[in-house]
């Protein structure tokens, strides 16, 4: 069955340091994947996506991820976390040929320390 | 930008009552999609739509139904309130020619009592 696990449910890092987290999926073939944030009270805003190609992929807000076909995985990583990036961190996959149809993982809320 | 707006961002409903959310995108996107939300569990894909009057069961349709009459609209439906529906619940669109991402509408925070 595909699926997507978030191995973390919650994070507290320092403002200032690094952040990975993490993502895990089940897939037969090779997915389209995604991140989403959520901000408190806020819809979900995409971060980064992956199709194909360079595997370390950028996005907004100075997140990056790279997808190791390998490990099935799909880490999302900034090197300087911010107190604003404190929120609720969702990975997603997809294919194209379900229709846009995606599969969430559990979530990692996110909290940074002073 | 694609806009997607969820009529109601909190609503108290009584156990048994029929509700309705709706959702609206001012884009024409084909796809449609509803999801819940609720903590530990993530996103879970309730149902979705390719096209108007078309509509395809996602993980969890059990207690819910859907309406797509227009392109633009794509309602969910509650037939029977229970507690245990107590959720919030996202409204996204999708169109091929979107570079792959959701639009997500800002989610209707239902309360079943």
């Known amino acids: 069955a595909q699926s997507v696990t978030q191995p973390d449910i919650h994070i507290t890092v320092s403002e200032g340091a690094s952040l990975e987290l993490r993502c895990n999926y089940s897939y037969g073939a090779t997915p389209y994947l995604f991140w989403y944030v959520q901000s408190p009270g806020q819809g979900l805003q995409l971060l980064l996506k992956y199709f194909s190609g360079d595997t370390l992929v950028q996005g907004i807000k100075g997140f990056e991820a790279e997808f190791k076909r390998s490990q099935s995985s799909f880490n999302l990583r900034k090197p300087s976390v911010h107190w604003s990036d404190a929120a609720e961190y969702f990975c997603a996959v997809g294919k194209h040929n379900q229709g846009g149809k995606l599969i969430f993982g559990q979530g990692t809320e996110l909290s940074v320390k002073p | 930008d694609v806009k997607v707006t969820q009529s109601s961002r909190y609503l108290v409903k009584r156990t048994g009552e029929k509700v309705f959310l709706e959702c609206v995108q001012d884009?024409?996107?084909?796809?449609m999609f509803w999801y819940r939300q609720d903590p530990g569990l993530g996103l879970r894909l309730i149902y979705f739509s390719y096209d108007v009057k078309m509509k395809e069961k996602g993980d969890i349709p059990e207690g819910y139904s859907v309406s797509r009459e227009k392109k633009e609209r794509f309602s969910l439906i509650l037939e029977s309130a229970s507690t245990n529906q107590t959720s919030m619940y996202l409204c996204a669109t999708w169109a091929p020619s979107s570079n792959y991402g959701y639009t997500f509408g800002s989610g209707t925070r239902l309360t079943v009592v």
């Open positions: 884009m024409d996107h084909e796809n």
